[in-house]
């Protein structure tokens, strides 16, 4: 069965409403453009506090302090098996 006919679509809208939002809230926009920066794109830091993307960074003389990926929301999220401190466990 489809997706679309399990779900009602006011809760569809409300997942897609929630996704947008805690990606928003994980990342700024881009001082010039501001356009949220996609995932696999590098965004780029600068004193002033400011971050741009890979597009305006050309736009602007100042060089950046830091430069770093954009990674999916769940980066870092990931189950690890983890062996057991006991010898005996094993």
Known sequence: ???TKVLPPALE???LRRGVGAR???WRTCADCR???LVGERVYR????SQRCELCRPL???EPVADELVHNPAHGHAV????SADPQAA
């Open 1 to 3: 069965m489809p997706l």
């Open 13 to 15: 809208r409300e997942l």
């Open 24 to 26: 928003v809230a994980a």
């Open 35 to 37: 356009r949220t920066p």
């Open 46 to 49: 600068y004193e002033s506090g």
């Open 60 to 62: 602007h003389r100042d």
């Open 80 to 83: 690890v098996r983890v062996r």
